[in-house]
């Protein structure tokens, strides 16, 4: 099993539309989470992080399950400018320190 | 200063050539970065730097050999590399790798590498 899974995509969305990503993580120790936005030929951005009461920031929603063992991002409203490649990010402890593993990201395309 | 600079954008060269990427912040991050990305793959980790000092290697080829002159530089020395190398290579920072709430990473905005 992968430690971190994406729901594979692409997703293709009219403008306004509602959607939502799941990302799951294998390793019940993990502590931060975050999800990252990546344009075509740019380099990732974060987007948010994620926190165990839910978080939200304009149209985006993220929420964390630990029991499930889940991250999820919500997008309400998509606009064109949505488009992209959205990553999730799981850190947890490692010999040394901390490991950071990204998912395969989800693509995300809205049409007008 | 909120960014990662990396340098060159862009890169070609012969797989007989030394080359090297270079990457600076000034955030006083303590851990930097370096992570290589194919088309339609997340990025994949490379190096980490902890406070100077190199502390992952991701089983690299030693083509690749990274160097960290001091808290603020990381540079990646490319030698005899493979047409198989040509990827987007990202250099990433974080404010304190022994606390995993400040281990955001911040990314350049990477070196694209073509490896004829």
């Known amino acids: 099993r992968k430690e971190v899974e994406q729901d594979p995509g692409p997703f293709n969305v009219p403008e306004g539309a509602t959607v939502a990503f799941n990302c799951t993580y294998s390793?019940?120790?993990?502590?931060?989470f975050f999800w990252y936005r990546q344009d075509c030929r740019k380099e990732p951005k974060l987007l948010m992080s994620?926190?165990?009461s839910g978080n939200e920031d304009g149209r985006f929603t993220a929420q964390l399950n630990r029991a499930s063992q889940y991250i999820s991002l919500l997008i309400r409203d998509s606009k064109l400018s949505d488009s992209a490649t959205y990553l999730c990010v799981v850190i947890f402890p490692d010999t040394g320190g901390f490991k950071t593993i990204f998912g395969a990201g989800t693509r995300l395309f809205v049409k007008a | 200063d909120t960014e990662v600079t990396q340098t060159p954008k862009h890169l070609v060269m012969g797989m007989t050539n030394k080359k090297s990427l270079k990457c600076e912040q000034h955030m006083g991050h303590r851990a930097m970065y370096w992570y290589k990305q194919k088309a339609k793959k997340p990025p994949e980790l490379m190096f980490v730097?902890?406070?100077?000092?190199?502390?992952i290697n991701e089983s690299v080829p030693s083509r690749f050999s990274p160097e960290c002159p001091n808290s603020s530089l990381l540079n990646l020395h490319l030698h005899a590399l493979q047409p198989e190398d040509s990827a987007l290579y990202l250099c990433a920072s974080s404010q304190d790798p022994n606390f995993s709430g400040a281990n955001v990473l911040t990314f350049g905005a990477g070196s694209r590498l073509t490896v004829l």
């Open positions: 994620v926190y165990s």
């Open positions: 730097y902890s406070y100077e000092k190199l502390s």
């Open positions: 390793n019940s120790a993990s502590q931060s």
